[in-house]
């Protein structure tokens, strides 16, 4: 064989080593992950409902991936915190975010942060949806959607819609039904669920929009009532309650939880984890721990979590910006 045909043939195998060596690399990867402790970092305080589901699910998971996966609470500007502390982490699948709709609303909520969900996470699995409702004290004098919308009109500006803070999604719910019927409300603003659902209770506003699973206690006892559901159709849990979209249509709100990884994550640990999540929420146990939190069961294929995260971060970006809402 000749020099140069050789030095050809040896730069050939040369190149094509080269560019097998990103494949190899991940699948050696995949298949040693993990190969320690997994950190999921949840952006609220521990007890609260996501955080249980994170837990719930990342005891399950453990026991399938043979490592412990540890809860790091790290709840701080409106889940910007966990975020940051995800996005900077390394990429190899050793630490998640309990990624959420507050993640998505961030996107265009927060444009000057120096990480965002569309831009430094890596969607990976849905883990659970919740669907929201248009609550009243029970003094209020209307019982349908229909009758709110009609006194609202007949009382611009009079009614106090509360929510779960400024910028959150329970605030945004709101935005987007004030949108759709052509309302006038006064938001108030209270420091999470508790505070708002107590102001409501005590009738020091007149409703609130805010999860099914956190309200429903109240709505059972009696303590407020629910207009209609943001879900495209009844849910398990009022079956009797209609949904707002029978009233204004194509009026949807909701809220997820699922698992992100920092971007550049290998994509075959991405699929192992997708796999061991859904695993998990399919088992008989965790769907029955699931619904004890008024919590739905969801499960994605990465690109299927990606396609909704991206489209959930654009409906409210728009709703964002038609209300000109700002964080002060």
């Known amino acids: 064989m000749g020099r140069r045909?050789?030095?050809?043939l040896s730069l050939g195998a040369a190149t094509l080593g080269a560019a097998a060596l990103p494949a190899v690399s991940g699948r050696a990867w995949a298949l040693a992950y993990p190969n320690r402790p997994i950190t999921l970092v949840v952006f609220?305080?521990?007890?609260?409902?996501?955080?249980?589901?994170?837990?719930?699910?990342?005891?399950?998971?453990?026991?399938r991936l043979g490592q412990p996966v540890i809860i790091e609470n790290r709840p701080g500007a409106g889940g910007n915190l966990a975020l940051q502390s995800v996005a900077r982490a390394p990429a190899?699948?050793?630490?998640?975010?309990?990624?959420?709709?507050?993640?998505?609303?961030?996107?265009?909520?927060?444009?000057?942060?120096?990480?965002?969900?569309t831009k430094d996470i890596v969607p990976v699995a849905s883990l659970n949806r919740d669907t929201f409702a248009l609550l009243v004290n029970?003094?209020?004098?209307?019982?349908?959607?229909?009758?709110?919308?009609?006194?609202?009109?007949?009382?611009?500006?009079?009614?106090?819609?509360?929510?779960?803070?400024?910028g959150n999604l329970t605030h945004l719910a709101g935005e987007l039904f004030k949108t759709a019927t052509g309302i006038d409300t006064l938001h108030v603003p209270y420091r999470g669920s508790p505070a708002a659902l107590a102001a409501l209770t005590a009738g020091d506003v007149q409703a609130l929009?805010?999860?099914?699973?956190?309200?429903?206690?109240?709505?059972?006892?009696?303590?407020?009532?629910a207009l209609g559901v943001s879900s495209t159709e009844r849910v398990r849990m009022l079956p009797?309650?209609?949904?707002?979209?029978?009233?204004?249509?194509?009026?949807?709100?909701?809220?997820?939880?699922?698992?992100?990884?920092?971007?550049?994550?290998?994509?075959?640990?991405?699929?192992?984890?997708?796999?061991?999540?859904?695993?998990?929420?399919?088992?008989?146990?965790?769907?029955?721990?699931?619904?004890?939190?008024?919590?739905?069961?969801?499960?994605?294929?990465?690109a299927e979590f990606a396609k909704f995260t991206a489209a959930e971060a654009e409906k409210w970006g728009k709703v964002v910006k038609a209300a000109n809402v700002k964080i002060e």
Do not use: C
């Not at 045909?5 to 050809?8: A, P, V």
């Not at 609220?44 to 026991?63: N, T, Y």
């Open 240 to 302: 009797d309650v209609p949904t707002i979209a029978e009233t204004v249509p194509g009026y949807t709100v909701t809220g997820f939880l699922g698992i992100g990884a920092p971007k550049d994550t290998p994509a075959e640990i991405v699929q192992r984890l997708n796999r061991e999540i859904n695993a998990v929420l399919n088992e008989p146990a965790i769907k029955a721990k699931m619904l004890e939190l008024n919590s739905e069961p969801f499960t994605t294929t990465p």
């Open 209 to 225: 929009f805010d999860t099914i699973g956190t309200s429903f206690p109240l709505i059972q006892s009696g303590k407020i009532r």
């Open 138 to 166: 029970p003094s209020f004098p209307v019982k349908t959607v229909a009758e709110f919308i009609a006194y609202a009109k007949a009382n611009p500006g009079k009614i106090n819609l509360s929510s779960n803070g400024t």
């Open 44 to 63: 609220l305080p521990a007890g609260a409902v996501p955080d249980l589901v994170g837990r719930i699910v990342g005891d399950a998971l453990s026991q």
């Open 5 to 8: 045909k050789f030095i050809q």
């Open 92 to 117: 190899d699948g050793h630490t998640l975010l309990l990624l959420a709709s507050p993640h998505a609303i961030n996107v265009s909520l927060y444009p000057n942060n120096p990480v965002s969900l």
